[in-house]
């Protein structure tokens, strides 16, 4: 069935050995059959076995061989396999049955026929897992990181071409950091991944000083702010700006119109937060001496001017500023400003209550 194309049908179940295999060799019957097994722990799995079945002259590789090149490292996660003793222990095999062996046979993909064909078979694959072992430590030796070996490296271009140890499942990148996990660890002699970033934290700061160095280049100064801006936010956040609080409200926005004002508190309320909401409010501006009907619609804020409600929801008296005051919750501007509220008393909670908060100072670069 190849490689991931399906899963096995059945039960699954566990039945406890009757012997262990811990020599090189071991030659038992299994239900009339004879076999030899060859222990090679440390490949495919910790505990790996192939098996020759001399009376049919069929050689058993398990997983490793399996016409596909195979993992050192899985990507799921698992212990590091060894390289260089996977490829000795497939050129042990052919030593032993490779001159007597007919049909070679594995988990995964179908049968190779024939002496020549399964030693070449066997000569290909023991070489690929060599190769990646023997070249990596070569570009170790030479000072080459894990990322620099992986980029570097390139299989023999006649081992490149053999179809049945291409890349299909393992690749040749990761397997490379493998090998040099498995020798070398985590640290790679660079001392900046001593106590390295968490990764937000870490392409934070690469991706700042990249701005950094795009707007020492700009030539236009709106350009240059804002490269220089961005990368201040990636190292500082939002929070090292000026409080922009200190000068309260300001003498433009308490000169704001009234339609100006309602439409401003319409932007505030959070419609989705208030979507369930629906409500009629006559409002009187006394300062102004007009009249407006307010409605609240699935959580909209529309507004009428002169039109009036005789059986509103709530009555609010307030002058102008009181409208600002509720659309952003001063309650020193309700206060000095509204003058009464008849009907829902708590309409004036329900606007309030479900204000949208505007940071003077978003984020540009982070989400």
Same mark, same amino acid.
């Given at each position: 069935?190849?490689?991931?194309?399906?899963?096995?049908?059945?039960?699954?179940?566990?039945?406890?050995?009757?012997?262990?295999?811990?020599?090189?060799?071991?030659?038992?019957?299994?239900?009339?059959?004879?076999?030899?097994?060859?222990?090679?722990? *440390?490949?495919?799995?910790?505990?790996?076995?192939?098996?020759?079945?001399?009376?049919?002259?069929?050689?058993?590789?398990?997983?490793?061989?399996?016409?596909?090149?195979?993992?050192?490292?899985?990507?799921? *996660?698992?212990?590091?396999?060894?390289?260089?003793?996977?490829?000795?222990?497939?050129?042990?095999?052919?030593?032993?049955?490779?001159?007597?062996?007919?049909?070679?046979?594995?988990?995964?993909?179908?049968?190779?026929?024939?002496?020549?064909?399964?030693?070449?078979?066997?000569?290909?694959?023991?070489?690929?897992?060599?190769?990646?072992?023997?070249?990596?430590?070569?570009?170790?030796?030479?000072?080459?990181?894990?990322?620099?070996?992986?980029?570097?490296?390139?299989?023999?271009?006649?081992?490149?071409?053999?179809?049945?140890?291409?890349?299909?499942?393992?690749?040749?990148?990761?397997?490379?950091?493998?090998?040099?996990?498995?020798?070398?660890?985590?640290?790679?002699?660079?001392?900046?991944?001593?106590?390295?970033?968490?990764?937000?934290?870490?392409?934070?700061?690469?991706?700042?000083?990249?701005?950094?160095?795009?707007?020492?280049?700009?030539?236009?100064?709106?350009?240059?702010?804002?490269?220089?801006?961005?990368?201040?936010?990636?190292?500082?956040?939002?929070?090292?700006?000026?409080?922009?609080?200190?000068?309260?409200?300001?003498?433009?926005?308490?000169?704001?119109?009234?339609?100006?004002?309602?439409?401003?508190?319409?932007?505030?309320?959070?419609?989705?937060?208030?979507?369930?909401?629906?409500?009629?409010?006559?409002?009187?501006?006394?300062?102004?001496?007009?009249?407006?009907?307010?409605?609240?619609?699935?959580?909209?804020?529309?507004?009428?001017?002169?039109?009036?409600?005789?059986?509103?929801?709530?009555?609010?008296?307030?002058?102008?500023?009181?409208?600002?005051?509720?659309?952003?919750?001063?309650?020193?501007?309700?206060?000095?400003?509204?003058?009464?509220?008849? *009907?829902?008393?708590?309409?004036?909670?329900?606007?309030?209550?479900?204000?949208?908060?505007?940071?003077?100072?978003?984020?540009?670069?982070?989400?």
């Amino acid at each position: 069935m190849g490689i991931g194309l399906t899963t096995s049908n059945g039960t699954t179940a566990y039945i406890s050995p009757t012997f262990e295999v811990t020599d090189n060799l071991f030659e038992t019957t299994v239900d009339g059959v004879k076999m030899i097994f060859q222990f090679t722990p *440390g490949t495919e799995s910790p505990a790996e076995m192939n098996t020759y079945l001399p009376e049919y002259k069929a050689l058993w590789m398990a997983e490793n061989c399996t016409r596909t090149m195979h993992n050192i490292y899985t990507l799921r *996660g698992a212990e590091i396999r060894d390289a260089n003793a996977w490829a000795r222990y497939i050129m042990e095999v052919k030593d032993l049955f490779g001159n007597d062996a007919e049909v070679i046979l594995q988990s995964h993909n179908w049968p190779h026929w024939g002496k020549e064909v399964i030693n070449k078979y066997l000569l290909n694959t023991a070489a690929v897992y060599k190769f990646i072992h023997t070249q990596t430590l070569q570009y170790i030796n030479e000072g080459y990181t894990e990322t620099e070996i992986a980029h570097k490296i390139e299989l023999p271009n006649d081992l490149e071409k053999v179809w049945y140890t291409r890349q299909y499942y393992g690749t040749l990148k990761h397997n490379v950091k493998a090998v040099y996990q498995k020798y070398m660890g985590w640290y790679d002699a660079n001392p900046i991944h001593l106590d390295e970033l968490e990764p937000p934290e870490y392409a934070r700061y690469l991706c700042a000083d990249a701005l950094e160095q795009l707007g020492y280049q700009a030539e236009s100064g709106a350009w240059r702010n804002a490269y220089l801006n961005a990368a201040y936010e990636l190292r500082h956040g939002t929070d090292y700006y000026p409080d922009t609080s200190v000068g309260g409200t300001g003498a433009y926005t308490l000169g704001m119109s009234t339609k100006t004002m309602l439409d401003y508190l319409g932007i505030c309320m959070d419609a989705k937060a208030m979507e369930k909401e629906n409500l009629v409010i006559n409002m009187e501006v006394t300062d102004e001496n007009t009249k407006y009907l307010l409605r609240i619609h699935n959580g909209v804020l529309l507004y009428s001017k002169e039109s009036w409600s005789y059986n509103p929801d709530a009555t609010i008296r307030t002058s102008r500023t009181g409208i600002l005051g509720i659309a952003l919750n001063n309650q020193k501007l309700m206060d000095a400003s509204i003058e009464s509220v008849s *009907g829902d008393e708590d309409v004036l909670k329900i606007l309030t209550g479900n204000l949208a908060e505007f940071n003077p100072y978003f984020n540009i670069v982070e989400p």
